[in-house]
């Protein structure tokens, strides 16, 4: 048990050299491809047998729940299993919600990779921390709550009041949170607050951006503005944290963390690997998993590889755009890394509180924006034009005004969507 966490832990932490690493990997690579294709009845279904990872379907979540029973390996065939296994369910925010078994070993090597993640930033285990998340969505009715245990206070995002977001600054200040964890919404709702009333933190706070791309208005208000430090963690619920950006680097570049996870980026119209600094879709086959192999699963975000392992597996993704349902698309049909490209106007006004970015069609747009007042006819005009500017000429922007935002069964509020779909 204590060697399966070690090799985890030193593997994320580079603690062994880049051939151990490789070693290491392919090592687990075949040992998850054998045991899925002696004891998961998916595969033996369709007379799979090759230990090469090519030669296995590209799968999505959808299929893994329309064969769920096929995927789950007999309990008494999973190593080192102790006790019942672990349901690992996801939100649903896509639309899809999903609860994936994970096996003893499988919990022991995430716990590893998210201590050395943290240690990566020099955040410790029971050191003070805060949560911000959809506590609602749990069926709970707590809005602020402290685990002494832990040393975490869990706060709900779903209602970010003035009241909520004094408290909160409040609270870290008093107990000198060491680090802030929640969706880059919510930090950007809570820091844009912060600089717009000239508040500070009394000490430096690491704020780790999750489950939604981090925005680089976002990245330089934390380090210039409030003279803290951010990070963006990529990752999901069911195959855990694929890696994180540098400390204070640009958050759609991830450094992946080696032990968890085979990343590839695949062709979007083909199931063969994008060249490097190709933009494709992200495909995962899970490491640590024996109760629920996942091979090849296709998770729906896309970005580009940037560097890659001696052996050729990827080490780092760069354009990390997010969802492929969500890409936006300029009037000529290419994607647009808008998520770093927004307008700074919409950051700098102080009448601006929240936005949402839709693309209607091939060259048809929306912004919705929530505003405290009624914003002068200059500054919209600004706006469309910065707009036009990266999307082309022939693009048609409106703005429609609204009171709020709608909020996912996860706590994301997305900032960017896409309802004319260039890829199903």
Same mark, same amino acid.
């Given at each position: ?66 064969? /769920? ?70 069926? =709970? ?84 503005? $409030? ?6 963690? /990529? ?72 560097? /890659? ?19 936006? /698309? ?66 048609? $922007? ?6 709020? $935002? ?17 890829? =199903?």
């Amino acid at each position: 048990m204590f060697r399966c966490y070690k090799d985890a832990y030193g593997i994320t932490m580079n603690k062994i050299s880049e051939d151990e690493i490789c070693k290491k990997r392919e090592k687990d690579l075949y040992n998850i491809l054998h045991y899925a294709c002696d004891n998961i009845e998916y595969y033996k279904m369709k007379n799979i047998y090759s230990k090469n990872l090519s030669d296995f379907p590209v799968v999505n979540k959808n299929i893994y729940k329309e064969n /769920y029973d096929l995927f789950c390996a007999p309990i008494e065939k999973i190593p080192g299993q102790e006790g019942n296994l672990h349901i690992q369910s996801t939100s649903g925010s896509t639309g899809i919600p999903f609860s994936v078994p994970q096996d003893t070993l499988c919990r022991l090597k995430r716990i590893a990779i998210i201590k050395a993640e943290n240690e990566k930033i020099n955040f410790h285990s029971f050191e003070p921390m805060m949560h911000l998340r959809y506590l609602k969505s749990h069926g =709970s009715n707590i809005d602020f709550k402290h685990s002494k245990d832990l040393n975490i206070w869990y706060v709900d995002n779903s209602n970010l009041s003035e009241e909520k977001i004094l408290k909160i600054i409040d609270t870290i200040n008093k107990n000198r949170i060491k680090v802030v964890r929640g969706y880059m919404t919510s930090l950007d709702f809570i820091t844009h607050y912060m600089v717009n009333n000239n508040i500070k933190f009394n000490h430096k706070v690491i704020f780790i951006s999750v489950g939604e791309l981090l925005q680089e208005n976002l990245r330089i208000r934390i380090c210039q503005d $409030l003279h803290c430090y951010i990070i963006s963690q /990529y990752g999901n619920e069911e195959n855990g944290i694929f890696g994180q950006s540098e400390i204070n680097g640009c958050g759609n570049i991830i450094n992946l963390n080696g032990a968890g996870c085979i990343v590839e980026i695949l062709k979007m119209d083909k199931d063969e690997p994008a060249d490097k600094g190709e933009i494709g879709r992200i495909v995962v086959t899970d490491l640590t998993n024996y109760a629920f192999p996942m091979i090849r699963y296709e998770i729906g975000d896309v970005a580009a590889p940037c560097d /890659y392992y001696k052996n050729g597996d990827i080490k780092k993704i760069s354009n990390l755009l997010g969802r492929k349902s969500d890409i936006i /698309y300029d009037t000529k049909g290419t994607p647009v890394d808008l998520i770093n490209r927004i307008p700074m106007v919409l950051y700098n006004s102080q009448v601006i509180n929240q936005h949402q970015f839709i693309q209607k069609d091939k060259n048809k747009y929306l912004l919705k924006l929530c505003v405290k007042k009624e914003i002068d006819k200059i500054l919209e005009n600004e706006i469309i034009d910065e707009f036009i500017n990266i999307l082309g000429s022939d693009a048609i $922007l409106s703005i429609e005004y609204v009171n709020s $935002l709608p909020i996912l069964s996860s706590g994301k509020r997305k900032v960017i969507v896409n309802e004319w779909k260039k890829f =199903s």
